[in-house]
């Protein structure tokens, strides 16, 4: 079983939410301590993170912090496909280098907006234990966000050993980690079509279950009907599965707990969703509470709520 955060409230350095807390994410990669499943989290990390203006976060003052993604505010309704902002569409002169000729950047460095306006966030993967990576360090000490998810992995058997299996997973605005497995996966009862199935990011439960999970956002349903849906249609068919799903848009985090821990700390304006507490005193944010096994936990910046999930309930979220 892996381990993942979540978080919401002022930006910090990724380094004082992961790194620096005593029996934080970064040390549960090899030291976790309420783990249910599993010894050490050494086979990939990633964090997620949201660029400013945070979706949560009232609007900043305009001219604040300079001119774009930094400063501006809501962006609204510009075409992200096309580009019309950011690198990709700056148009290439004779010294361009090779690569940067017309449009034809890659997607990574232009700046697309969300369907909702905000940039979209990014992510660092790696297939590595999160405290052999040369470069995590810089990047946690220099990269603030407000919005937040990472995870640290344990490899479940059969599954892709590379990047592309470490949450988090993203779909558009949305991240998304998986903290659990699914036995014989590969057979499981699925409405997913074969193109959604050829497009799945690796071979593993948690790639197939947030093609599931990000199916139904798409269709409009709530971050928590979405999950707690699936939590039932996988448990009916596989009643061992451990689903501790977790799942962010940068304004709210659902999560479940289904098979192994969840935890939370909250004060108006901040909120952290962790599969185990740190150590962390005196910061203002309250003390951990445990979530039950079997619920849905829902969150923002204004509140937490956890709802009991039954495996026979019909989804009123
Ligand atoms: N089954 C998932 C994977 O292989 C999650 C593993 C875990 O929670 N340890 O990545």
């Not at 361009?96 to 909702?116: F, H, K, N, W, Y």
């Not at 039950?292 to 509140?303: E, N, W």
């Amino acid at each position: 079983m892996c381990r993942h955060l979540a978080y919401l409230g002022p930006p910090v350095p990724l380094r004082r939410l992961l790194v620096d807390p005593p029996g934080g994410l970064y040390e549960q990669s090899w030291r976790p301590r309420r783990q249910r499943h599993g010894t050490v989290n050494a086979d990939g990390f990633g964090v997620g993170w949201y660029p400013e203006p945070y979706p949560h976060l009232p609007r900043q003052a305009e001219g604040a912090g300079g001119t774009g993604a930094a400063g501006g505010g809501r962006r609204g309704g510009t075409d992200g496909a096309a580009g019309s902002t950011g690198p990709a569409a700056r148009p290439a002169g004779p010294d361009a280098p090779a690569g940067l000729v017309g449009s034809s950047a890659p997607a990574a460095l232009a700046e697309p907006p969300g369907d909702d306006g905000f940039p979209l966030p990014a992510r660092y993967r790696r297939a590595l234990p999160v405290w052999a990576d040369q470069n995590f360090g810089e990047l946690a000490r220099t990269i603030r966000s407000g919005a937040v998810l990472a995870a640290v992995r344990s490899a479940t058997e059969g599954t892709t050993p590379d990047e592309s299996a470490a949450a988090p997973f993203r779909d558009g605005r949305w991240l998304f980690s998986h903290n659990g497995a699914v036995a014989d996966w590969t057979r499981l009862p699925t409405t997913l079509t074969p193109a959604e199935l050829l497009a799945l990011e690796a071979h593993s439960d948690s790639a197939l279950l947030w093609a599931t999970v990000g199916r139904r956002l798409r269709q409009g349903e709530a971050p928590g009907s979405a999950l707690a849906g699936v939590v039932r249609e996988v448990a009916a068919a596989r009643p061992t599965a451990r689903l501790n799903f977790l799942l962010t848009d940068g304004r709210c985090i659902a999560a479940t707990a289904w098979g192994d821990t969840l935890w939370y700390r909250f004060r108006p304006g901040a909120v952290v969703v962790a599969s185990e507490p740190d150590d962390v005193l005196g910061d203002g944010l309250g003390p951990w509470q445990e979530v039950p096994d079997r619920s849905l936990l829902l969150a923002t910046t204004d509140g937490v709520r956890v709802l009991a999930l039954r495996p026979e309930r019909k989804d009123t979220l």
